[in-house]
């Protein structure tokens, strides 16, 4: 499976469960998540894809960490349909926690 291919699961199974899976651009700031997941109610997270056995660069393991010190959920290295199946877990987690609230 081709990093593109997990993108392109990502987005078809996310937008399934409601979401806005959203291609993360950042012109001058180099090292941003390739996905930004908007879900419905008001959480956003991010999502770095790779090829299956390809890691993050330093530079990308450093954005993470500042965007989880800013409070976000950050899903790293993304590469496989497991993978994708664990951010879809975390949405329906996250929709079950905001119904009983």
Sequence with gaps: MRE?????L???ETEKLG?????FVSPGTAGVPDRIV????????????????KTERPLQRHVQERLRGQG???F???DSRE??????DYIRD???????A
């Excluded at 979401?19 to 291609?23: E, Q, T, V």
């Design 4 to 8: 593109r291919d997990v993108e392109v």
């Design 10 to 12: 990502l987005k078809r």
């Design 19 to 23: 979401c806005l899976c959203m291609k």
């Design 38 to 53: 908007l879900v419905p109610g008001g959480t956003a997270f991010f999502v770095e894809l790779k090829a299956p056995g």
């Design 72 to 74: 976000f959920a950050v």
């Design 76 to 78: 790293s290295s993304v």
């Design 83 to 88: 993978k994708v199946g664990e951010v879809c």
């Design 94 to 100: 996250l929709r079950e926690k905001a119904s009983k």
